[in-house]
């Protein structure tokens, strides 16, 4: 079955640099994009940026641009989110996602981030 | 604005029907899809596109649009439905995505 497997849950200084990992199967791992999305305890959803498997492209939320980085491993089948400058305001639960284009319909399990 | 507009919260007698409302420059390009999100648990796909279900979602789902709405309606509600839900959809460029803030349904 489909599965977005995320790595573990990080606790971060202010300023660190974090990297979260986003392991897929069960499909075709270049037809469909990866979206990042970031969700702070009692707040809504809030998309970052997403990438391309096939091509590598990237496109990124204004408000990360240059502070975020999404990447990937194909052989690997693995996605990676990589965070800089982190601050108290980045503490929340960090998910992947599957998608055709806008369309998400696999979710990983989330990896909470604590910055304290 | 630039934004997915939604409700923060609605409530709805149990058997009863309820509507939920996204509203976005966008929207009048770009279909809305529908998350239901239960504490604890990442969000899970409900309605997308023009008004589709994904399999295993109920009946009881659907979706509709006009103009710069969209629309999540819940014919029927149960209990099991109370949940907090989100829509999303691309931006006006069509490069980025873009969620609404996301409706608490309570089932009284």
Same mark, same amino acid.
């Given at each position: ?9 990080? $606790? ?19 037809? =469909? $994009? *990866? ?22 492209? #990237?496109? =990124? ?12 491993? #194909?052989?690997?089948?693995?996605? =990676? ?9 980045? #503490?929340? *639960? =960090?998910?992947?996602?599957? !998608?055709? $284009? !806008? ?14 | ?16 029907? @309820? ?26 796909? @409900? ?59 309570? @089932?009284?």
């Amino acid at each position: 079955q489909v599965q977005l497997v995320q790595s573990g849950a990080e $606790v971060k200084t202010p300023g660190d640099s974090v990297k979260v990992a986003c392991k897929a199967s069960g499909y075709t791992f270049k037809d =469909y $994009v *990866i979206h990042w999305v970031r969700q702070a305890r009692g707040q809504g959803l809030e998309w970052m940026g997403r990438i391309n498997p096939a091509s590598g492209d #990237t496109k =990124y939320s204004p408000k990360f641009q240059g502070t975020v980085t999404i990447s990937r491993d #194909t052989s690997a089948r693995t996605v =990676y989110l990589e965070m800089s400058r982190l601050g108290s305001e980045d #503490t929340a *639960i =960090y998910y992947c996602a599957r !998608a055709l $284009v !806008a369309t998400i319909d696999q979710w990983g399990q989330g990896t909470p981030v604590t910055v304290s | 604005s630039f934004g997915l507009t939604q409700d923060p919260a609605v409530s709805v007698a149990l058997g009863q029907t @309820v509507r939920i409302t996204c509203q976005g420059d966008s929207l009048r390009s770009y279909y809305a899809n529908w998350y239901q999100q239960k504490p604890g648990q990442p969000p899970v796909l @409900v309605v997308y596109g023009q008004n589709n279900r994904p399999s295993g979602i109920p009946h009881r789902f659907s979706g509709s649009s006009s103009g710069d709405t969209a629309s999540l309606t819940i014919t029927g509600a149960q209990a099991e439905d109370e949940a907090d839900y989100y829509c999303n959809s691309r931006d006006t460029s069509g490069h980025h995505l873009l969620f609404g803030g996301g409706t608490k349904v309570t @089932v009284l």
